[in-house]
């Protein structure tokens, strides 16, 4: 009889179930027969630019070298972040996406009897770095599909270590302001970790958004966490980082895998922080994707949750699972969130004018039918 090796595996990762990214292009024209340059995927909140002539020229220039280890500890990224936001260089460390700094934080300070406290709707990855390590996960209930930061207050208990937080909130888009920030903040006793993810910060523009960064050195147990991934446009090369306190940031540098940021990634996060021109183009391309798709929203008679990301949720009032597998039909790919408690809603990531434009036009077919 051949072994049980699910049965062997910790129990908290027997109970969980693999993430389920967006559906990549060539999946679905493999399962559809569809021509790959027909389908529109708005589904991973990735970039639509595409990369910047900056950041190509940067991975050019790594490509002679690939037969060599990248610099283990990143500093030329490390000195470029600390000059760029006027921070230390030990209090920053480097992830493999940002999802790597939240599976760092949970390896470090999460363990079996302890638990971690995060919002419903929130970002799967919080609670499967929490069960994956044997802790507890606390899911606080929305408010409005935002976080109800009093609510999350009061769940913390003597054995909570870890809060996440996410300001831009991944799939609801959801934000809160600096004076909540700071009330929770200075609620949250001393020995809690406060995760503070911004990876969808870049996109805020205006005053409605707070700066995480501007916290920490009031509050020595906040951690903000971002990548390169969206505003960016670097998704496939998986960079990353975390600033927080120097203690800190020497703790999770003990579970950091080593190399875990390729040679090609630190050269490409390099330019891409100085691409001013880029960020600028990426926001408001961003902007006006938002617009183009409320307003056809607001034409079709369909509700949405305003979102400060490169997203947008938006509510059939009905089981979405049918009007997605439509959509698929006609090539195109939304995310479904059915797994994040929002069975009636589709997270759609923000396009070029062209990709929403064709969204739009199926979308109206569907609903039509």
Request: net charge negative; with cysteine; proline share 6%.
């Amino acid at each position: 009889m051949s072994c049980d090796f699910l049965a062997l595996a910790q129990p908290g990762v027997q109970k969980l179930s693999p993430y389920v990214p967006g559906k990549p292009v060539d999946e679905l024209a493999r399962e559809l027969n569809l021509d790959p340059a027909g389908i529109v995927k708005l589904a991973s909140n990735e970039n639509p630019l595409g990369p910047s002539p900056r950041v190509l020229d940067a991975i050019r220039n790594e490509l002679a070298e690939l037969t060599r280890y990248p610099d283990g500890n990143g500093f030329v990224l490390k000195q470029r972040l600390a000059q760029h936001y006027a921070l230390q260089i030990d209090q920053i460390t480097l992830g493999n996406g940002s999802n790597d700094i939240l599976e760092l934080v949970a390896r470090a300070y999460l363990a079996p009897g302890l638990n971690a406290v995060f919002s419903a709707h929130a970002f799967a990855v919080y609670p499967i770095a929490t069960q994956a390590v044997g802790a507890q996960g606390k899911v606080v209930p929305a408010r409005d599909h935002g976080h109800d930061l009093d609510a999350m207050l009061a769940a913390i208990d003597e054995n909570t270590r870890v809060v996440f937080i996410a300001n831009p909130n991944n799939p609801t888009g959801t934000w809160f302001d600096a004076e909540a920030l700071e009330r929770f903040l200075a609620r949250v006793p001393d020995s809690v970790l406060v995760v503070l993810d911004e990876a969808y910060i870049e996109y805020a523009e205006g005053g409605e958004m707070p700066d995480g960064l501007a916290f920490l050195a009031a509050h020595p147990n906040l951690l903000v966490s971002r990548t390169f991934s969206k505003a960016y446009g670097l998704a496939a090369l998986r960079v990353g980082y975390a600033v927080s306190s120097a203690q800190i940031a020497d703790v999770l540098n003990r579970v950091r895998q080593p190399f875990n940021v390729n040679s090609l990634a630190l050269a490409a996060a390099c330019a891409a922080l100085d691409d001013t021109e880029y960020l600028a183009a990426s926001r408001a391309a961003n902007a006006a994707g938002m617009r183009q798709l409320e307003a056809a929203f607001a034409e079709l008679g369909l509700r949405w949750i305003p979102s400060k990301g490169n997203f947008i949720a938006v509510d059939f009032g009905r089981d979405a699972a049918p009007i997605n597998h439509a959509l698929l039909q006609e090539g195109v790919i939304v995310r479904p969130v059915a797994g994040y408690g929002m069975p009636t809603f589709l997270r759609v990531s923000i396009g070029t004018e062209a990709e929403n434009a064709r969204f739009i036009e199926v979308l109206r077919k569907v609903l039509a039918q």
